[in-house]
């Protein structure tokens, strides 16, 4: 069976691995929307982040043993502290600055995380195998679907949902959202604002390590996978809007089934089909597609 002269079994593989980096979009691009429309702060560290998720992953493996799923609950953890660090003892005198400092910072940060794994284990990258319980393909009778990809699409949505409804359903949420527009006023009621922006910086930068150990078995583990990445996953956040959490999921999503469209119509178009949907969505709507006009 063909569509549009395209066999759908092609298809269908290239709409499955465009979900599949709709999933990575949509998680980075999920941190970048928490951290920035939380804390106001451009976190351009957050594709070295992912990479740092990555590579706990598999030197977990290599040194000490520790599987994907024990490593998939301790990358997070770890590399969640590392922001905490980061945000308490740098991030947190920049606030009150200009935008642009923060993005200097987060890209001198991003310099020195490349530069340190680089040192050590080159830029060849470093393989890391599916887990057992995830190896193999499902028979859908019209396509193979691999089970670990079907799980990258079903972690990610879970998280990505799970992650928008605490922030917008609930009390903590709202605690958040007063905190960072009027923390004096929440601090009147007896809530710790600067513990609950340091939080919210290292689970934004959870995020991103989790993505990263969910990326580990799908490409090389490698210190350049980030910057790789970081710039789509911008111009992702950018089209749904600066801030806009269910806007940097839908777009993520989107985005990604977009590109396998154009993989199988023009792959020629598929490396620049994101800035070009970004280009149009500025000239349109400058908040983004999900954002707020002000």
């Not at 990555?54 to 770890?78: K, Q, R, S, T």
């Not at 910072?105 to 470093?126: A, D, H, K, N, P």
């Not at 985005?255 to 280009?279: D, H, Q």
Request: glycine fraction near 12%.
């Amino acid at each position: 069976m063909e569509i549009f002269g395209i066999p759908l079994q092609a298809m269908l593989s290239q709409l499955l691995l465009g979900l599949v980096n709709g999933s990575f979009y949509a998680m980075l691009s999920l941190g970048l929307a928490v951290i920035f429309g939380l804390l106001n702060v451009i976190n351009f560290a957050h594709g070295a982040l992912y990479m740092v998720g990555a590579f706990l992953a598999w030197m977990g493996l290599a040194y000490f043993d520790a599987n994907y799923w024990i490593m998939l609950a301790a990358a997070p953890v770890l590399t969640g502290a590392f922001g905490v660090f980061i945000e308490k003892t740098m991030l947190r005198h920049l606030y009150k600055l200009d935008h642009l400092y923060g993005l200097l910072l987060t890209f001198g940060i991003t310099l020195m995380l490349e530069g340190l794994f680089r040192s050590f284990y080159g830029v060849s990258g470093q393989p890391y195998s599916v887990p057992e319980a995830l190896s193999g393909a499902f028979n859908l009778g019209f396509m193979m679907l691999p089970k670990y990809r079907a799980w990258v699409v079903v972690a990610s949505v879970v998280i990505c949902l799970a992650t928008w409804y605490v922030i917008e359903k609930t009390k903590v949420g709202a605690y958040l959202r007063a905190g960072t527009e009027n923390p004096k006023l929440v601090e009147a009621f007896g809530i710790n604002v600067p513990l609950m922006v340091t939080l919210t910086y290292g689970f934004g930068v959870a995020l991103a390590a989790f993505a990263g150990v969910l990326a580990a078995p799908v490409t090389q583990v490698s210190p350049l996978m980030g910057s790789n990445l970081i710039i789509v996953v911008f111009a992702v956040v950018v089209i749904g809007g600066m801030g806009s959490i269910l806007g940097s999921i839908i777009t993520g999503l989107g985005l990604g089934v977009i590109e396998g469209l154009a993989r199988v119509f023009y792959p020629e178009l598929s490396a620049t089909v994101v800035f070009i949907i970004m280009a149009i969505v500025l000239m349109l709507r400058p908040a983004g597609l999900f954002g707020k006009e002000k």
